[in-house]
């Protein structure tokens, strides 16, 4: 150690260089600079190390800065040995310099292939290209499926709703069918306890009482032609009631009126009653005999917004004089039906007249009694008649004899 401290024999290094001043501040002046480079150089890479700490090689960025401030420290040495000759020490400082420069290059050789491997720059930009590529290849699908997703949702949420108003309809249909069921029921049952008090026999009986079924049948068939509707119109109740009688006489039957689209409820009743006229016209009526003719017609009279009612006529014309004991029979439950039940069950009014020239039946029930939506007056289901006629102005003609007022 005292050797080391022991300076006094050796001569300041500037009588190397004769005291020459330009040369002595060239040394003196380079030392300086390289002393202060080499020392913001490592005070530099510690603040780079403190800003990355997720740095992987931070021992060997540690040792460079170490290294080059060893270098600096053995410059300023050396400015220092120009005019005090502390060589010892500053050979002492140039071996540690020197060791953790081999240790350095050491650690930086070992290094070296994992070094080599890092990815170059370009390589990193093509990669977080290539990641920002399938990033937005990802979101783009992400999209597509929250679209998918919603269009999903919607989807069912509008089945849901369908099926929930589905089910909505099969439960008032359900209802609907247990109450006209219900009704239909009521009707056969006191059809056959009323057609079993005037019945004076049992075939008697079956007869009316089977026409009168097949009435009520006949009446829910037309109904069921529309699947989509509950109601029916009033000429094509009307015409199944009459087709055999329409077939079998032709242009002596003739039926026409607007087209009015009445309840399933109306609709029995009508066709009872069309079928009670009906049965009596050809045994008894107009066409029991060669020339008799049959008009059967319909008309919408009042507002139909307010108080608009239909009026339902049959009138039968015969130009042949029949016996008393031809006459149709009256009291009976036919009569009971046509004048007393069907109004009463369409809250309407019906008049019965018998004349020598035949037979004259006229229904008048309120519009809104009967029908689902109000008809307008103006189209006419004029079936069986040309479309030049109009049937209501050819009710007074002596074919159909004057319509009761």
């Known amino acids: 150690m005292q050797a080391l401290l022991d300076y006094a024999s050796y001569m300041p290094h500037g009588y190397c260089l004769y005291w020459q001043p330009w040369l002595v501040i060239l040394y003196a002046g380079s030392d300086l600079l390289i002393f202060l480079a080499y020392s913001a150089i490592p005070i530099a890479l510690l603040m780079f190390l403190r800003r990355r700490p997720d740095l992987r090689y931070r021992k060997l960025v540690a040792l460079f800065a170490a290294f080059i401030m060893l270098c600096g420290i053995t410059h300023l040495i050396s400015i220092l040995t120009l005019w005090v000759p502390i060589y010892p020490l500053h050979g002492l400082v140039k071996l540690f310099t020197g060791v953790v420069s081999a240790i350095t290059a050491v650690v930086l050789f070992s290094l070296i292939p994992r070094l080599v491997a890092i990815p170059s720059p370009s390589q990193l930009e093509e990669a977080n290209a290539q990641l920002r590529a399938e990033v937005a290849a990802h979101e783009r699908t992400l999209a ?197 039940a069907v109004p009463a069950m369409l809250h309407g009014t019906a008049q019965r007249n018998h004349t020598a020239g035949g037979l004259s039946y006229e229904l008048t029930v309120p519009l809104a009694r009967i029908v689902a939506e109000i008809p307008s007056p103006k189209g006419k289901d004029r079936p069986g008649l040309d479309p030049a006629d109009d049937i209501w102005e050819n009710l007074s003609s002596p074919l159909a004899g004057p319509l009761p007022a």
């Open 144 to 340: 597509q499926l929250q679209e998918a997703q919603r269009d999903l949702e919607a989807k069912v949420a509008e089945r849901t709703a369908e099926l929930t108003e589905t089910n909505r309809r099969l439960t008032v249909v359900t209802r609907e069918a247990v109450h006209r069921g219900r009704n239909l029921l009521t009707v056969v049952d006191s059809l056959a306890r009323q057609t079993a008090r005037s019945a004076p026999d049992l075939k008697a009986f079956v007869e009316r009482f089977s026409g009168r079924i097949h009435a009520l049948s006949n009446a829910t068939a037309a109904v069921m032609d529309d699947p989509s509707s509950a109601h029916a119109t009033l000429g094509s109740v009307v015409r199944r009631q009459l087709e055999p009688i329409t077939e079998t006489y032709g242009e002596r039957v003739v039926i026409g009126g607007p087209e009015v689209e009445i309840t399933n409820e109306a609709a029995q009743q009508l066709a009872l009653a069309t079928h009670e006229l009906a049965t009596n016209a050809v045994k008894y009526g107009a066409l029991a005999t060669l020339d008799g003719t049959l008009r059967l017609a319909w008309e919408i009279t009042g507002d139909p917004a307010a108080d608009a009612t239909l009026r339902f006529v049959w009138q039968e014309s015969d130009s042949s004089v029949r016996a008393a004991k031809e006459a149709p029979p009256s009291g009976g439950f036919g009569t009971t039906l046509l004048t007393r």
